[in-house]
T-cell receptor
Framework: NAGVTQTPKFRVLKTGQSMTLLCAQDMNHEYMYWYRQDPGMGLRLIHYSVGEGTTAKGEVPDGYNVSRLKKQNFLLGLESAAPSQTSVYFC?????????????FGQGTRLTVV | DAKTTQPNSMESNEEEPVHLPCNHSTISGTDYIHWYRQLPSQGPEYVIHGLTSNVNNRMASLAIAEDRKSSTLILHRATLRDAAVYYCLNHNAGNMLTFGGGTRLMVKP
């Protein structure tokens, strides 16, 4: 049982390049999330999904797109990377949030945009 | 947006108890209180949650004030592996998990 797996773990991009971060979960969770964490800061929600085929914006969605074509996968895309998107990206998943539900996080993807 | 307030950092000695406080000044009646922690270079992990009563699990205890405006995460015997950033959150069915700055716990040998 792998839990939440993020691919890749590290990446360096040049400004203007594009890339896709993959999040996969094997817990049959409905909800999935993408967060970013800048140095010394808490996590900020980028986008989330409450089910296959659905996505919604979080706190800081600009510059990112997401897709949830399969229940177990949640993709985060950067179409034209900028240095301000240098951060650590965390994916998480959970059953529908009702206050009692816990979320499970991946190990993170460290992205540097130069 | 229901936010919480925590001290930026705390220190503890190894094998001593640690009490991590959190203020929930804007908590609503249906919000559960959640605690997560983030070990260095890892994603956050769930620690414990509660609504009104104190809660215990294998990782920690959670003490909730009667008016629910504050909570305390209790680590009964801190170890070096407990050094992490601890986050408290107000959480209900209507919102996503929102993380504040958390408390950085340093454990001295």
């Amino acid at each position: 049982n792998a839990g939440v797996t993020q691919t890749p773990k590290f990446r360096v991009l040049k400004t203007g390049q594009s890339m896709t971060l993959l999040c996969a979960q094997d817990m049959n969770h409905e909800y999935m999330y993408w967060y970013r964490q800048d140095p010394g800061m808490g996590l900020r929600l980028i986008h989330y999904s409450v089910g296959e085929g659905t996505t919604a914006k979080g706190e800081v969605p600009d510059g990112y797109n997401v897709s949830r074509l399969k229940k177990q996968n949640f993709l985060l895309g950067l179409e034209s990377a900028a240095p301000s998107q240098t951060s650590v990206y965390f994916c998480a998943s959970s059953y529908p949030l009702d206050g009692r539900t816990e979320a499970f996080f991946g190990q993170g993807t460290r992205l540097t945009v130069v | 947006d229901a936010k919480t307030t925590q001290p930026n950092s705390m220190e503890s000695n190894e094998e001593e108890p640690v009490h991590l406080p959190c203020n929930h000044s804007t908590i609503s009646g249906t919000d559960y209180i959640h605690w997560y922690r983030q070990l260095p270079s890892q994603g956050p992990e769930y620690v414990i949650h509660g609504l009104t009563s104190n809660v215990n699990n294998r990782m920690a205890s959670l003490a909730i004030a009667e008016d629910r405006k504050s909570s305390t995460l209790i680590l009964h015997r801190a170890t070096l592996r407990d050094a992490a950033v601890y986050y408290c959150l107000n959480h209900n069915a209507g919102n996503m998990l929102t993380f504040g700055g958390g408390t950085r716990l340093m454990v001295k040998p």
